[in-house]
């Protein structure tokens, strides 16, 4: 029996779809691999496709509308970060048994209000009631969008001597969401205002205007989504693709209090944590600071966080006042929280 939990490590997943992708094509410019968030493909007109594929689970004690957001932002996050503006979506909805029509209907006009807020056209889907579901769930959201051949960037295009920017701070996602499934532990130990905080992090699980103006700033050779494995993940998987090591300092960095106070609490690591809703991003030094200040204007905090160097022979990392390697995410310690929560 299998003890995984959540996607697996990358070298993990490799073993697990090696040699079945279908038809090879010479349409496909970025495909499968360690940090890429999404596919790019050559069109016909001599274009390109950015697409990418995201399931979306409930987190029990959050509104059916948060849900709807959550599909459309998580889905668009993955395209916006290769410069790509988000253009169509599908989705499928899938119910259990007994729910409520217009439970579904929260559900479905919150996904269209939430596209339509980004300027996204939903073209299709499916939506059905089966006895093997037991919570709401978006079985799978495509997002797509075009660009011309040379409006766009791969998450594994970062350049020797690029700094590492990073949006908001680590452990977004998994902060907003155990906030929420182990409420009841959390109200004895942690302040009211952390509480807060925490929850409200919620409306911070996206990277779609982090991407998009950050690209438009320019100076930005690639952009990764720090989702599952965190943001220490996520640099490891920025420089797996772009197969240059990294140096980078976390000490460097407060965690915010709400974080710190969650994280002791629940005994993991912030930075390994799941962190939809954090960007990172390889710049030019010389263009680093106008893309933070193009955040700042918007209201978005940001962080250097090292530098991509050819010069290393492996990822390094300065943590709790030690350099160490920044190794392959393994299991995030996100799932076994949030299962348990759920007990």
């Not at 004690?61 to 970060?81: Q, R």
Request: net charge negative; with cysteine.
């Amino acid at each position: 029996m299998s003890n995984l939990v959540g996607k697996p490590s990358p070298s993990k997943l490799e073993k697990l779809v090696q040699g079945a992708l279908g038809k090879p094509s010479e349409q496909v410019l970025v495909g499968p691999g360690p940090g890429l968030d999404a596919a790019i493909l050559k069109t016909a007109d001599g274009r390109v496709m950015a697409i990418a594929e995201d399931p979306i689970f409930p987190a029990p004690g959050l509104p059916l509308e948060i849900m709807g957001w959550f599909t459309v932002h998580i889905g668009a996050s993955d395209v916006a970060v290769t410069g790509v503006k988000p253009e169509f979506m599908t989705y499928t909805l899938l119910l259990p048994l007994g729910c409520p029509e217009e439970d579904a209907r929260t559900i479905i006009t919150s996904i269209s209000h939430a596209a339509k807020e980004l300027d996204i056209t939903i073209v299709g889907g499916h939506t059905g009631w089966y006895g093997a579901v037991t919570v709401p769930t978006v079985g799978g959201v495509t997002v797509w969008g075009t660009a011309d051949m040379d409006s766009w960037i791969s998450p594994g295009g970062a350049r020797d001597g690029d700094l590492i920017l990073m949006t908001k701070g680590p452990c977004i996602e998994a902060a907003a969401l155990l906030s929420i499934v182990h409420r009841e532990r959390l109200e004895k130990k942690l302040s009211p205002q952390h509480l807060d905080t925490l929850r409200s992090r919620v409306g911070q699980i996206t990277v779609v205007e982090d991407a998009l103006q950050a690209f438009k700033a320019g100076g930005v050779h690639a952009m990764h989504d720090a989702t599952e494995g965190g943001v220490q993940g996520g640099l490891w998987e920025m420089s797996t693709a772009a197969g240059i090591p990294v140096m980078v300092d976390f000490d460097q960095i407060s965690i915010p209090p709400d974080i710190a106070a969650l994280a002791k609490e629940l005994d993991f690591d912030p930075w390994q944590a799941i962190s939809e809703g954090t960007l990172l991003a390889a710049v030019a030094p010389d263009q680093a600071e106008e893309v933070q200040q193009v955040w700042k204007k918007l209201g978005i905090e940001s962080f250097v966080l090292g530098q991509f160097d050819t010069g290393l022979k492996e990822n390094m990392v300065r943590k709790e006042k030690h350099v160490q390697p920044l190794t392959e995410p393994d299991t995030d310690p996100f799932w076994d929280l949030f299962f348990v929560g759920l007990d």
